[in-house]
């Protein structure tokens, strides 16, 4: 995500971690998003795409995980454009299946 510019490069791996689950981090810090609000609803869209899920409870969380150009972030609605890195985020989630 770095190497895409979609996050920050200073962003630590344990606070990205902490965020998605992976570890206990004392006092992380958000994501300092970078990509573009649209890109961030189509990551958690496909990372969140579980019969029991509702993308609104994810909508509220993320002011809390996200920081954009200084402040909480706030997801955009969804829209139907799409770009090459729309694409690429489809790509990487059909070539690695979550489970």
Known sequence: MKEKKLICKNTEYSDFQY?????NKENPKPI????????ARELLEYLYKKPNTIFADIERIVPNCFTYKGGPMKLSKRKKTYSFESD??????SDHEIK
């Open 19 to 23: 965020w998605f689950r992976c570890n």
């Open 88 to 93: 690429a985020i489809k790509k990487f989630f």
């Open 32 to 39: 300092v998003w970078t990509g573009t609000k649209q890109l």
